[in-house]
């Protein structure tokens, strides 16, 4: 450390929320921070850095950063992607990891020497390549412990922080890693604070006006829409089907206990055994079948179901039948339909992906945001539903309010579907800052 300025350098670095973590820690520590190289390959994230953050030296792609061009730096920060290591490595019982992007961290590491690190990932990769179910951890992780810690020299700590417990309202494991040249990291300590949605909406502002929307808002009241999902390949009391809401056409109560029984009963693997096929989880039903559990004469059930059929909720279909064929050195399996078998009545869910596909509960948490399903989520607003806005999207991953995603709608929710949670990283660098500190680590 130089004339009380830590340098770091931050990989794989997304908007950079592992960066403003770790600054904000060292500087209620009275410490300047200098990025002096971040590396990043999406356009759009770029973009993003470049708005929110001035004067850094952006090296794009990870694999044409070469040692030299690397400045001196104390801390390494990397949010590096979960990757499956070759099991060609030299040492008995552990892989390789060249040609992944851990390597890149272990090469930087190895040359640079800098005190410290932090890396960020999925909460997967601690089971990842499991050997066996009662192994603490996989094969992924023991690597990436023992190229840290016997070939690098690092005295590394590992933790899974939940976001919910940093007074976020969204739900969100990940694991850290640390380590230092000189003492163990201890990364427990947290007090857990928790926060319901409601207190990072914004309020007031325009509602989907769509065919969908209403439809939703006609048959429910809005209250009554907290915390529903909507989708036809899944059940339970907080599930709202297409025919609850007369998506394809108006329903009877009738039809609608008629879809919600074929629905349960279409599951069952006493069906495959009577028609003679193996268990797939939701076949066609025939006639006779559907019959055995509800109380209407023939004629109405095959009007009912006919009118189902033709509005779009039903499908008439063979059942499907297994094959499995030799595919190189193994087999693959997939299923076709069995024309040989009688055909029968099936609720249609194929990949339908409704406008919205979820309701959040102001008064409870959000899922875990993920890139290709938070557009479709929604809000209650303006007794109507809106979409999350880019800044509740910040905020559910407790980004200042002067931050901003300077790009279109669907690339900033692609990058918040893969940031960090910045209180978490906060919590675990000011772990770090304070051991830096304590040691009097100056060059």
């Known amino acids: 450390m130089e004339n009380n300025i830590v340098k770091f350098i931050d990989l794989f670095a997304?908007?950079?929320?592992?960066?403003?973590?770790?600054?904000n820690s060292f500087k209620k520590l009275g410490f300047k921070t200098e990025c002096v190289l971040t590396s990043e390959i999406k356009p759009y994230a770029l973009k993003c850095l470049k708005h929110n953050f001035k004067n850094d030296f952006f090296a794009g792609d990870i694999f044409d950063i070469?040692?030299?061009?690397?400045?001196?730096?104390?801390?390494?920060?990397?949010?590096f992607p979960c990757q499956p290591f070759s099991a060609g490595g030299k040492?008995?019982?552990?892989?390789?990891?060249?040609?992944?992007?851990?390597?890149?961290?272990?090469?930087?590491?190895?040359?640079?020497?800098p005190y410290g690190f932090i890396l960020e990932n999925v909460e997967g990769l601690v089971k990842h390549d499991l050997v066996n179910k009662t192994d603490e951890v996989g094969r992924t992780l023991a690597t990436i412990l023992d190229k840290l810690q016997n070939e690098l020299g690092y005295i590394v700590s590992w933790k899974v922080f939940d976001s919910?417990?940093?007074?976020?309202?969204?739900?969100?494991?990940?694991?850290?890693i640390v380590g230092t040249k000189d003492e163990l990291i201890d990364l427990n300590g947290n007090e857990p604070k928790f926060n319901a949605l409601k207190h990072i909406l914004e309020n007031g502002l325009p509602t989907i006006q769509s065919d969908f929307a209403n439809k939703i808002l006609n048959h429910f009241d809005l209250k009554d829409l907290y915390g529903k999902s909507i989708k036809d390949k899944r059940g339970g009391d907080n599930n709202i089907h297409s025919w609850d809401i007369g998506l394809k056409g108006e329903v009877t109560n009738d039809q609608s206990l008629l879809l919600s029984k074929i629905f349960k009963a279409r599951r069952k693997k006493?069906?495959?055994?009577?028609i003679g096929i193996d268990w797939m989880d939701g076949m066609p039903l025939t006639l006779n079948q559907i019959s055995t559990f509800v109380n209407y004469s023939e004629s109405k059930l095959l009007s009912m179901l006919e009118d189902l059929t033709a509005k779009g909720y039903l499908k008439f279909e063979h059942p499907k039948k297994l094959v499995k064929e030799l595919s190189g050195d193994s087999y693959k399996t997939y299923r076709i339909y069995d024309e040989t078998k009688p055909m029968g009545y099936n609720i249609v869910t194929g990949k339908l992906s409704f406008e919205i596909n979820k309701i959040l509960d102001p008064n409870d948490i959000a899922p875990t945001l993920v890139a290709t399903d938070v557009s479709r989520l929604a809000v209650p607003d303006n007794n109507g539903l809106r979409k999350l806005t880019i800044r509740e999207g910040l905020r559910l991953f407790g980004y200042p309010e002067w931050y901003e995603i300077p790009t279109k709608e669907t690339e900033a929710f692609d990058l918040l579907g893969n940031t960090v949670a910045v209180p978490v990283v906060e919590f675990v660098a000011e772990k770090l800052a304070k051991v830096f500190v304590g040691n009097e680590v100056f060059i």
């Open 164 to 176: 919910l417990e940093f007074g976020l309202p969204q739900s969100r494991k990940r694991i850290f």
């Open 14 to 23: 997304g908007i950079g929320g592992i960066r403003l973590g770790f600054e």
């Open 91 to 113: 040492r008995q019982g552990f892989l390789d990891t060249r040609g992944t992007l851990f390597f890149e961290i272990e090469r930087i590491l190895k040359e640079k020497q």
């Open 270 to 274: 006493q069906w495959a055994e009577e």
């Open 66 to 79: 070469k040692n030299e061009f690397i400045p001196d730096f104390d801390f390494l920060l990397g949010g």
